[in-house]
């Protein structure tokens, strides 16, 4: 199957649309032996009827193979929604093509950037995939995106249920997710998945001073290869490939080299909000384990106040292992900030042992609870880990990087999208949050990633109850295991094979 990807065709006035750029997208429709187009939103500016009627005119009306089109957040402007449907057609569907079926739903919000996929569509969309489980090629058309994209500004439009369309998509064995919105191109492999972002086709506002683009994907029965073109040719086609329906039995993980415990939001104080029990008993699960390092990744207190920081300290004390933590916003409000560093010390701490090299990074703000790294701090991150020769790398911090399940997007980190990307692209193995109290964990490109539930507040998301993770690091792959505070049962949250085996 070959697929033409486009996205935010912007098609309006001159001053947000580039008329020759569509052209370009519409003869490499007509000279690329395409088997669908796939338009992943934003088709015109403003939703006005002229706009549609340009949109026919300019591109639907000239294509000579089928093609799916969702609406963007911009089609749905001034009521452009009932436009859409009159010229274009139905905003949600599914689509057949021989082994193959496309789900495409609407994510827009009418007047509104934000994208959300709502209660009915996500039961249409899992109901979809269940009836066409048994199709070789599995595809998912939304505007708005799944994953943060880099380049991009601060993240603010990713889907409010992202988590739970994430989890969605890995559990079906979805192949592709194409989006588009935030006009920049990026592409993820996410544990089986391809998540495809496009930039605009067509629109003047590019970011970065990138040029207009369009992706073209090819899938067969082993690969899949996503190119992204840029229209003006003056950068080069950016390519990536990977393997399909791949399934790996791991027989032999190697010796066992190190054993990371990771906790979040024990939120300790004198309140009912913090389950004692939980906690002292999760306190000697975890000391009979025999772990290396201990990695807090905030909420330690439930507020910054003395008594709540002289208790933890007394608390965290009876670990028997090394413990670094990273704080959260809760940590560092009211006094919390000098409380932080008299009592746990460096707000930015790392642990060396043998070829192990752990970083955190703090992303907490005053008085709020959003996160944010920066430019200077991301930069300094990176600049730091690359001078470090130990083979096994990890980032800790507190707010999530990828959307988590059960939780409505508001822990994602301002700049997950830079983060996330130069994170990849220089294959960390290992990053740790503690977030939206929900265990989650995936594999984007070479990189585990990995969310922990709450440890021992009454705020948790699991149906295993308060828990915690147990990482392990093998010669050959890492495991991720998630563990009851209470009752100290355990399920396995992934099995991945190391960057190092990967690269032999």
Known sequence: MKILHISDTHIGGARYFDKKALEHVVKESKKGSYDLLIHSGDVTQEGKKRHYEN?????????????????????????????????????NGVLELEDSVIVHVDSGVQDSDMGRVG??????????????????????????????????????????????????????????????????????????????????????????????????????EKRLSVETRRISGEKDVDKKEYPRHEQRIFFDFGKRVFRIIHVSNTFISTSNIFKRRHF????????SLKGDLLIHCGGIV????????????????????????????????YLGYDLYEDHFGDIDQDFTADDVYIKGISSAQYDTPEGIIGEVQRERLFYQLNQRDESFKCIFLHHNVLPIPHAREKGLLEDSGDFLREAVDEQVELILTGTSSHPFAAQVGKTVVVNANSLSSIYQRSLFGNSFNVIDVYEKVLVVSEISSLWGTRRTLGIWERNNQSEQ
Do not use: C, W
């Open 55 to 91: 949109a026919d005119k300019i591109l639907f009306s000239r294509l000579e193979i089928p093609y799916v089109v969702i609406p963007g957040n911009h089609d749905k402007r001034s009521g452009g929604i009932a436009l859409y449907k009159e010229h274009i057609g139905s905003p």
């Open 280 to 287: 002292f008993n999760a306190q000697d699960i975890i000391n």
């Open 119 to 220: 209660m009915i569509k996500f039961d249409m969309m899992r109901n979809a995939l269940r009836k066409y489980h048994k199709k070789s090629i599995k595809v998912v058309v939304l505007h708005h995106h799944t994953i943060p994209v880099p380049m991009a500004g601060r993240e603010r439009n990713v889907l409010s249920n992202a988590g739970d369309l994430l989890d969605l998509f890995l559990k079906f064995d979805v192949d592709l997710v194409l989006s588009g919105h935030r006009h920049y191109p990026n592409v993820y492999h996410i544990d089986g998945t391809v998540f495809v972002n496009a930039g605009t086709a067509s629109g003047k506002k590019t970011r970065y001073g990138d040029a207009n683009s369009y992706n073209v994907i090819h899938v067969d």
């Open 302 to 333: 439930k507020d910054g106040i003395p008594k709540d920081y002289d208790l933890a300290q007394k608390y965290m004390k009876e670990f028997d292992l090394p413990v670094v933590y990273s704080p959260a916003g809760r940590d560092i409000n």
